[in-house]
């Protein structure tokens, strides 16, 4: 079956411009997750999405940031007013449902370049 | 908080060798542990994975025994292929929260020569 899709795969931004990521998890997954990954900071998590409940923010690394999920299905990454810094790949994951055990099965990443 | 230290790369070996890449973590509650490992050119995917101490995690010839008495979840394979470089990474699933999110290690880069 399908599995998770992210869009664009590449975005070359200006300083200071927004951008949206868009991630299509696995049909019926109903937990999501979003990553960045970066040479500086590695792999670390940022929002987590499960169902209709209050999404888990704590991994955001400013207020630049946000995210939401419509419909319980595909979800959309927000940065406003990029910095350099926000440079990185950004992984969408889901899993069948939320919790230590289940497996997330990762999209292929945005890359995102901020000049 | 919770955290995941893998040992650094790069690791090169030749064909037909034997792998470990040490991975040891500090958590609160009884995480799960998993190795997700990236290929050249493709996403994260996962390796293999333990829900409880002493659970062996096995795929493709890899393994990884969770130690709660040492912290740790090394990955070993037996005699390493061309096709397994790849970057490695050990991850954890926060005990506290519930929520299944990842804390990740820094990635251990594989290559494999003939």
């Known amino acids: 079956g399908a599995g998770v899709s992210q869009s664009p795969s590449n975005k070359v931004t200006e300083k200071g411009k927004d951008v949206e990521l868009r991630c299509d998890p696995i049909?019926?997954?109903?937990?999501l997750y979003w990553y960045r990954q970066s040479l500086g900071q590695g792999l670390e998590f940022l929002i987590y999405f499960q169902g209709n409940s209050a999404p888990d923010k704590s991994g955001l690394p400013s207020d630049r940031f946000s995210a939401e999920r419509t419909g319980g299905s595909v979800s959309t990454l927000t940065i406003q007013r990029t910095q350099q810094e926000d440079s990185a790949v950004y992984l969408c994951?889901?899993?069948?449902?939320?919790?230590?055990?289940?497996?997330?099965?990762f999209g292929p990443g945005t890359r995102l370049t901020v000049l | 908080g919770d955290s995941v230290t893998q040992m650094e790369g790069p690791v090169t070996l030749s064909e037909e060798a034997f792998l470990t890449i040490n991975c040891t973590y500090t958590a609160t509650g009884y995480p799960s542990l998993f190795w997700y490992v990236q290929y050249p050119g493709e996403g994260l995917q996962l390796l293999l994975k333990a829900t409880k101490a002493d659970d062996k995690g096995s795929n493709k010839g890899f393994e990884a025994t969770y130690r709660k008495e040492t912290t740790s979840f090394h990955l070993e394979k037996g005699s390493v292929q061309v096709s397994d470089s790849a970057v490695y990474f050990c991850?954890?699933?926060?005990?506290?929260?519930?929520?299944?999110?990842?804390?990740f290690g820094q990635g251990t880069t594989l290559q494999v020569k003939p």
């Open positions: 991850a954890l699933s926060h005990g506290s929260s519930n929520t299944g999110k990842l804390i």
């Open positions: 994951a889901s899993s069948y449902q939320p919790g230590l055990t289940d497996t997330q099965y």
């Open positions: 049909s019926g997954h109903t937990a």
